[in-house]
């Protein structure tokens, strides 16, 4: 644990960090925000557990220029780029069709992506030393408060994070407004930038949303709404008989047992970060092969454990 002045030789280490699949702590001009680059499931996989979440929340990827918007977002229609050309770099966070590189532990499973460009100019400084998008929730455990201060990040999460950047209390204090545009423009969760603004140039907002299957909005419901479409089962795969195998997918921890017509395996070293970074991945491939059911064997509930537990007893409901 180390909590380091944000000057440019320790933004510089912080991105040699990232780079190597690191997470690190640093400051936004919202609150501070736990990284990891984007594009690396297992350095994403990280962040949910130093954050001891027992579940997977889709997390705002941060973007430090068009080219790192380009990579994370499939396409910006005319709305969203008059948003940008306003608000950005600064609290407005967009949501996005994903492009197939971004990892879906990174989505929660979601085909969509949430993006921001921070205006903070450690976290900008430290974008442009990684030069890879860097997705980071609030640097808090989970159900603690967000840190406004470097401080706050050391209390909570200081022997898990290698290094925490410190530039005093950040500026605004609240998380990013989060805008859905697609179907229709609604405000998924208000935020430091007024939703009044939002509408003086793209035109109303819907303030309530309700959910709906096709569109997932927030943390902790949205988890119900990613299931695969072929049923799974929770299942310990040795005691299936052979000829209950023959039609059905297994989604197994270290070992994949003989007869199942398709097989994935987390983590052939038994690591449930591993596991955790394979999950969304496994499971959409999986679910791609037609398969008439899915057995996936239970992990191990310590650590990341928990939540991908949380994911499968949800894809199982
Ligand atoms: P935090 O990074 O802690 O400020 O929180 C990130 C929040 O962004 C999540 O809890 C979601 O509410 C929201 N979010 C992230 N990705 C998406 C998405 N693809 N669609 C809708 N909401 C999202
Ligand atoms: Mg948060």
Redesign the pocket.
Known sequence: MAIVRAHPAAVADAAHILKRGGVVAFPTE??Y?LGAVALDAGAVARIFEIKHRPQF????VHVGDDAMLAQVARAVSARARALIERFWPGPL?L?FE?QPDVPLIV??G?P???VRMPSHPVARALLRETGAPIA???ANRFGGL?ATRAQHVEHMLGAEVELILDDGPTQLGV??T?L?LEPTAAL??PGALPVEEIEAVIGPVQREVKEDAA?????GR?AQHYAPRTPLRIADLERVPLERRAGAGCLAFSIAPQGYAAARVLSTSSDVREAAAHLFESLHELDALGLERIDAEPVPEHGLGLAIMDRLRRAGA
């Open positions: 919202t609150v925000g929340d889709p997390l705002i966070t949501v994903r989505t929660a979601l969509t992506v949430a980071a929730p609030s967000s998380e990013s989060i859905r998924l969760r569109a997932p909005l927030a943390p949205l």
